[in-house]
């Protein structure tokens, strides 16, 4: 609609519009026409002012507002349909239900973590249920991510009515507000409106302290003490912060950070706190003493264990599509393989990513999932006079008695596969069952029928129309619900 403007409003001779490009598009909403308008070469940018700069950060953020939106609408939509297959059967235990394994799902197809992807169904289901207007306001580009998991986290098994009322509060002003500031804010009218869940929740994380470990990229470690009453691990931090600055009082010139970590370091190995102070004040200024023994930190297959995995057949994150059937078999960056890797492995991985990627691209979808686990299993059975041929060898290795495998066996595929052998998981092989492939009578107890799987995979494998082959003394194949595929190779040094 065009509002007649008086004329006398216009003030001076002329005003020039310069029209320029990003000028009153501060709210310009995300979608289609916007990603047309961000589109375009790096070199355009140069040309830009440096307002127009900030308008064009903004408008992309927007634009990934709204494509997040879109990430967690169709992961809502896939959770729905899995849950609601899963009701009409009685559960199982053996089995992973349905809402665990449909984060598996999105794991492998998103290439995250069980971590990740467990908070991204959890925020879909929210942000498509109980949080839609957080969900509408992360899809027009009104907040962002960060912020719309703000108030997933501060509404988090509150009453659906205090949920609601937080919401309200909280989109009045999240627009204008960081992710800090909103936090501080809804939180104070959460303690409000609902004291009472606001503490059983604190209580209830309580329950789940824990201290974790994890290794880092620099080849240090993080110990961290979780979930702790507020007041124990601000009491302690207070004890710590005190004795170090008493060390710093005594001419100690280490920051003040590192003091507090050695102190730390030493309470945790058993120093009552007069000797840790002494032990501290040895070595200072000398270099990193810690003992080791009693943790081992080596643990970080995570690298050759990507390496391991081929393309799937799932849509990948960038949006680029699976990968072309060259890309898969050539592979020139490092497809080389380890010295003792059997050279037909390579071969196999890509005939077998050539054929499905044909496959699907001929296949209706509604038939895919079948389609795929059938080619997977004829190959699989054309095979098997090969591989039971390459399995003997000199020695007839192949199927030992029994179910447990023997020492060297279980040493062999702990070798061939560090970690249980789903594509997104980094469970250490060696707290991972050995797993039938084929499970034991008929199949065999041999390194071809044989694999690491974390208990957790171990279900999921069990799960509805999720199917794990071994097509080749350790050359897995996964097939999900979907119809993706994700060929798994022994790790590659
Ligand atoms: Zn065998
Ligand atoms: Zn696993």
Redesign the pocket.
């Known amino acids: 609609m065009l509002v007649a403007m008086p004329l006398e409003v216009v003030e001076g001779p002329e005003i020039v519009h310069v029209s320029r490009e990003w000028e009153g598009r501060a709210w310009f909403p995300p979608g289609p026409h916007l990603a047309i308008c961000l589109s375009g070469g790096k070199q355009r940018l140069a040309d830009l002012t440096d307002d127009e700069l900030l308008h064009v950060a903004a408008a992309a953020r927007r634009q990934t507002s709204w494509a997040q939106a879109r990430e967690l609408a169709a992961i809502a939509e896939l959770t729905a349909r899995r849950t609601a297959a899963e009701e009409a059967d009685d559960h199982d235990y053996r089995i992973l239900p349905a809402r665990e394994a449909v984060t598996e799902e999105v794991a492998a197809a998103l290439t995250v973590t069980g971590n990740t992807a467990a908070t991204l169904v959890h925020l879909a289901e929210q942000l498509t249920g109980p949080l839609s207007r957080t969900g509408d306001a992360l899809e027009t580009g009104r907040i962002d991510m960060a912020r719309a998991r703000v108030i997933c986290d501060v509404t988090d098994a509150l009453p659906e009515q205090v949920t609601r009322r937080v919401e309200a509060a909280a989109l009045e002003k999240a627009s204008d507000q960081t992710t800090g500031q909103l936090r501080r804010r809804i939180k104070r009218i959460a303690q409000r409106l609902a004291p009472e869940a606001v503490e059983e929740r604190r209580r209830e994380a309580v329950r789940q302290r824990r201290l974790e470990l994890w290794d880092n990229p620099s080849g240090t470690a993080d110990l961290a003490l979780c979930d702790l009453a507020a007041e124990d691990a601000h009491g302690i931090h207070n004890k710590i912060t005190a004795a170090a600055h008493g060390l710093k009082a005594d001419g100690d010139t280490r920051p003040i950070h590192v003091i507090r970590a050695d102190l730390a370091t030493q309470l945790l190995n058993g120093a009552p706190l007069p000797d840790a102070v002494h032990a501290v004040l040895a070595q200072a200024g000398a270099t990193d003493q810690q003992n080791g023994g009693t943790l081992d930190l080596r643990d970080s297959a995570a690298a050759p264990r990507m390496a391991g995995i081929e393309s799937s057949g799932a849509p990948r994150p960038n949006g680029a599509g699976p990968p072309t059937p060259a890309a898969t078999a050539a592979d020139p960056a490092g497809d080389a393989g380890s010295p003792n890797e059997d050279p037909a492995i390579p071969e196999l991985a890509a005939m077998m990513a050539r054929r499905l990627t044909h496959l699907r691209d001929r296949t209706p979808a509604a038939e895919l999932p079948t389609a795929v686990n059938h080619a997977v299993q004829r190959t699989a059975a054309r095979l098997a006079r090969q591989r ?1 041929a390459l ?1 003997q060898g000199d020695d007839d290795r ?2 030992r008695p029994g179910h447990r495998p023997p020492a060297s066996m279980r040493r062999e595929i702990e070798g061939r596969h560090a970690t249980c052998v789903f594509p997104t998981c980094n469970q250490p092989s060696h707290r991972c069952d050995l797993d039938h492939t084929v499970p034991w009578r008929p199949g ?1 107890t ?4 044989l694999a690491p799987l974390c208990r957790r995979h171990h279900r999921l494998k069990q799960s509805p129309d999720w199917n794990l082959h071994h097509i080749w ?1 350790g050359l897995l194949l996964w097939t999900t619900p979907a119809g993706a595929w994700y060929i798994v190779r022994p790790d590659r040094e």
């Open positions: 039971d399995c192949h199927g065999i041999c390194r071809c029928n003394p």
